[in-house]
Nanobody
């Protein structure tokens, strides 16, 4: 069983920065493809950024390219999302997720992820 716990969300003015963390408990973190997703009120969950097992491959949604950076530290069983130049449209609940049974090194489709955190709220004021 894998437990994922997000932290680092909050209220920030437009143009500000936040760093989200996702701590993993249980299992072998270094074997998991990981990703960050978000869901705004009234909208579907969308992929924000994903990363492969050993940080060799990363993928970003077009809306966050150049502003967000995904990373992971397998020694600390933790994944991060550095968010800079935040915009009001980035406001959402952010979730981290893991693929524990896949054969690929990374996944962009949320349906492939089998473990999810509880989410952390990010609110960007205009």
């Amino acid at each position: 069983q894998v437990q994922l716990v997000e932290s680092g969300g909050g209220l920030v003015p437009a143009g500000g920065s936040l760093r989200l963390s996702c701590a993993a408990f249980g299992g072998t973190f270094s074997n998991y493809a990981m990703g960050w997703f978000r869901q705004a009120p009234g909208k579907e969950r969308e992929s924000v950024a994903v990363i492969d097992w050993h940080s060799s491959v990363t993928y970003y949604a077009d809306s966050v390219k150049g502003r967000f950076t995904i990373s992971r530290d397998n020694r600390k069983n933790t994944m991060y999302l550095q968010m800079n130049s935040l915009k009001p449209e980035d406001t959402a609940v952010y979730y981290c997720a893991a693929v524990t049974r896949g054969i690929n090194s990374y996944y962009t489709d949320s349906r492939d992820y089998d473990y999810w955190g509880q989410g952390t709220q990010v609110t960007v004021s205009s």
